[in-house]
């Protein structure tokens, strides 16, 4: 079997989990490298997936590595738009995780980047469209359904016991529109076939301060009109009691779909004296692991086949440019049209 062999750059909550499935659950790859400023990680890769090379340097794991094909970027945000650059003009195919970039100037840095490297595969990770439900209602539109859809409902909602892990996140994350509504901004895009011209946001921190400090909210919720008339509302909340809750529902003419409600951590439901009641889930990844799993797989098998994947990068960028337009709505207290973050 042909095999793609893949170095990783960050090894953080989300890296660990991408190189264990690279490793374990993807029969055609291999992880020959492994890249960290932090020693503890990749001590842990060594111990756990014996990755052979190890580099503390990401520019030095480009340079020496020569039998590596591809390169899975998932560190912190603000790195990505240089990672993928670096990797693409190093001649490698690049997956990175969402989202692209915090501003939309590092977005076209990178569209002009791989528009001069057309024969390396280049993709962005939102997992969602990975995720089977949400493929299965992205198929049921195309059959046509429910007839055409003219809203979106769309949340990103975690759990609050990681809302301090959050407060020095956003740091580097871009904040809860960047780091959470880019996931529904992109849903929104690709279940009404259109793109996101005027947006008005609201929010605050209503139960963890620390957030307001950092000029960001713990709870939002976002008004979007499409170019082609549709609408969207998008809500993030960084204060659930009960679990993650990703949730998304499509009003169509002539039916709706809803996925991921209720946010259950599995069929189980229990009865007892305190009434009817199932369990949450824990995190994001408790949610998209079969996700996770799928994405990296697609990327694999787009490099062995030679076939860019359907996201582009530019639909990437029309995801931060909306990200970006949110954070500033919510900071002005305004609407604001996107066309007018381009002039
Ligand atoms: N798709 C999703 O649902 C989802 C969920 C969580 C995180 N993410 C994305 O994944 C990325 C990582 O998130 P995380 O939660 O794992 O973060 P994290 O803070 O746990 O890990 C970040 C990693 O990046 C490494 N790093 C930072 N700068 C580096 C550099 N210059 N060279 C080498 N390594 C460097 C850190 O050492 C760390 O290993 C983020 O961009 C985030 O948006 C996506």
């Known amino acids: 079997m042909k095999k793609l062999n893949i170095g990783i750059v960050g090894l953080g909550r989300l890296g660990k989990e991408y190189a264990k499935n690279i490793t374990y659950l993807v029969p055609n790859a291999n992880l020959v490298a492994a890249c960290s400023i932090r020693k503890e990680e990749l001590d842990y890769v060594k111990d756990r997936y014996n990755v052979p090379n190890l580099y503390a340097s990401y520019e030095q794991m480009l340079e020496q590595q ?26 490698y195919h690049v997956f990175c995780e969402k ?8 977005c076209i840095r990178v569209e002009k980047a791989v528009a001069k490297h057309p024969d390396r595969i280049t993709m962005l990770g939102f997992v969602r469209r990975f995720d089977v439900s949400y493929a299965d209602a992205k198929a049921k539109i195309n059959e046509g359904l429910v007839g055409t859809p003219y809203l979106i409902h769309s949340q990103t909602i975690d759990k609050d016991t990681f809302a301090p892990f959050q407060i020095e996140f956003c740091t580097t994350g871009g904040g809860i529109f960047h780091d959470y509504n880019v996931h529904d901004i992109d849903l929104a895009h690709w279940f009404l076939g ?42 993030a909340s960084r204060t659930s009691s009960f679990g993650h809750n990703t949730c998304t529902e499509i009003f169509a003419t002539e039916g709706n779909l809803k996925i991921g409600d209720p946010p259950a951590k599995n069929m189980l439901q229990i009865s007892d004296k305190h009434g009817i009641r199932r369990e949450g889930m824990e995190t994001f990844f408790d949610r998209f692991q079969t996700a ?3 994405q990296i797989q697609a990327f694999v098998n787009h490099v062995l086949e030679n076939k860019q994947p359907e996201l582009t990068m530019n639909n990437a960028t029309n995801a931060t440019l909306v990200a970006t337009a949110l954070t500033k709505s919510f900071k002005e207290k305004k609407p604001v049209i996107i066309s007018d973050l381009l002039s």
């Open 292 to 294: 996770f799993l799928i």
């Open 194 to 235: 259109s793109r996101i011209q005027k947006v008005w946001a609201l929010g605050g921190a209503y139960r963890f301060p620390e957030f307001a400090l950092a000029g960001d909210a713990d709870n939002t919720s976002s008004m979007c009109e499409l170019e082609n008339g549709t609408m969207a509302v998008l809500t």
């Open 66 to 91: 020569e039998e590596m094909d591809a390169v899975v970027i998932v560190t912190s945000t603000d790195q990505h738009a240089d990672a993928i650059i670096k990797a693409v003009q190093a001649g």
């Open 99 to 106: 989202p692209l970039a915090l501003n939309i100037e590092d």
